[in-house]
């Protein structure tokens, strides 16, 4: 049997049981070397051109996080005040931040704008609200490139039935807007969706939205979006997504448009999931099996308020039973059904899945749980949120988030 967490080294030479038994389970755990190399390898998919990357810190917002992404010299990405807040709290410098919101109130926008950070507008109305409050500035505007990827239809952002964007037949009505409040537009941006591995969308949406920026003299900026995805079953031999085709790919459509447009403006991509999905694991424990019915389960303290994703979306994630704090690839197997400790029947991290025979007292990792994990956790049925712990390229690690206390959870009650 394979074994990701003894493939990549995963651990470093730092014992899982250690882990647990200091910070408890379920537990996030970071890998900075994994997550610095997917930095540097988004850092490198466009090379001709001027261009960075905006480290998309909804997947993950935790300040180690972004001071490593700043540190590689990405930028970032916030969709809220409260993301500027964190890029703050790190000092992440304002020019190095694009605003990139949805049906945003005017405090919200106001927050941005005072700061100097790049906004972008999603709607026709958005953007007159935006020239109403700050005529004479400059701003960015989301267009749907009318070609939408992901995995799941809830995180498809554009193409036909989508919240997102203005559509590429509104152009018009940007100009005018622009005008009226004597608005500068100096950015266009996209983003088709979420977890994709196959390029050919993305270049597509590419092309559409390097069509629609002939129409926009003078852009400073102009954003292809995230998406790219991870393998989810890297267990079965999944490959990774090829972001040297990606990039060869691109480079003949921009060297098409910078001839046609007469310059190149920055060029940037927004990936979040692919620079932290594979950097973490989340490591609980086995505490019950039963049969039901015929099926059989392994209840763990995994619940979906830990890990949202399978019971939103019937996201894969691929599991390693670990005894003694080493993964079991050998021995007998048998196909077993592993659920959390939420009072929910959907509270299942993996159906009928082929494991290794476990055992309670076992370690339960997850992996690939870095992007939209602790990011999307919740504190349902009263379940404080787990910690989360960074090993370091030198085999030592660190706590990067204490554990919610039950004091924590009571602390907003008013009586
Ligand atoms: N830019 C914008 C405007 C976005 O809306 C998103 C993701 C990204 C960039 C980053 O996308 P990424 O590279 O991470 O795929 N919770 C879902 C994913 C939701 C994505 C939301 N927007 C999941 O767990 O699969």
Not at 36 to 53: C, E, L, N
Not at 91 to 120: C, K, L, Q, T
Not at 287 to 306: E, H, Q
Request: hydrophobic share 35%; proline share 5%.
């Amino acid at each position: 049997m394979r074994s990701f967490v003894a493939d990549s080294h995963f651990f470093a030479g730092v014992d899982p049981e250690e882990l647990t038994k200091r910070f408890g389970t379920p537990l996030y755990v970071y890998n900075e070397a994994i997550l610095r190399d997917r930095m540097r390898a988004v850092a490198g998919m466009i090379t001709k051109y001027p261009y960075t990357a905006n480290y998309s810190m909804k997947a993950n917002s935790n300040t180690a996080i972004l001071k490593i992404a700043k540190e590689e010299g990405l930028n970032a990405d916030a969709m809220s005040e409260g993301e500027i807040r964190l890029l703050e709290r790190v000092n992440f410098p304002y020019e190095r931040i694009f605003f990139v919101p949805n049906n945003v109130s005017d405090e919200e926008m106001r927050y941005a704008v005072e700061r100097g950070i790049m906004v972008s507008l999603d709607s026709l109305d958005q953007l007159s609200r935006y020239g109403e409050l700050f005529p004479g500035t400059q701003c960015s505007v989301r267009i749907n490139p009318g070609v939408g990827a992901g995995h799941h239809e809830k995180v498809i952002t554009a193409g036909k039935h989508t919240k997102f964007a203005v559509s590429m037949d509104e152009i018009e009505g940007v100009h005018e807007i622009a005008k009226q409040h004597n608005l500068k537009i100096v950015g266009l941006n996209q983003h088709v969706g979420s977890l994709f591995m196959e390029i050919d969308p993305y270049v597509q949406a590419v092309k559409n939205l390097l069509h629609v920026a002939l129409d926009f003299p003078g852009l400073k900026l102009i954003d292809f979006g995230g998406g790219l995805g991870t393998p989810y079953h890297k267990l079965d031999g999944e490959a990774a997504f090829p972001i040297g085709d990606l990039h060869d790919a691109l480079e003949p459509v921009l060297d098409d448009f910078v001839e046609k447009y007469g310059s190149a403006p920055l060029f940037k991509s927004e990936p979040g999931r692919y620079c932290v999905a594979e950097g973490s694991v989340i490591l609980g424990r086995a505490y019950a099996r039963k049969s039901n019915a015929g099926v059989k389960y392994l209840g763990t303290d995994i619940g979906m308020n830990v890990l949202a994703r399978p019971s939103l979306y019937d996201a894969w994630h691929d599991i390693e039973i670990l005894r003694d704090g080493k993964p079991v690839t050998e021995g007998q197997t048998e196909e077993i059904t592993v659920a959390g400790n939420i009072c929910e029947s959907g509270d299942v991290l993996a159906r009928e899945r082929t494991l290794p025979v476990s055992r309670d007292g076992d370690l339960v990792c997850v992996l690939d749980t870095g992007a939209y994990g602790y990011s999307m956790s919740y504190t349902y049925n009263t379940r404080p949120r787990p910690a989360e712990v960074m090993i370091t390229p030198d085999g030592n690690y660190r706590l990067i988030r204490r554990r919610e206390s039950f004091e924590d959870l009571m602390s907003l009650l008013c009586e």
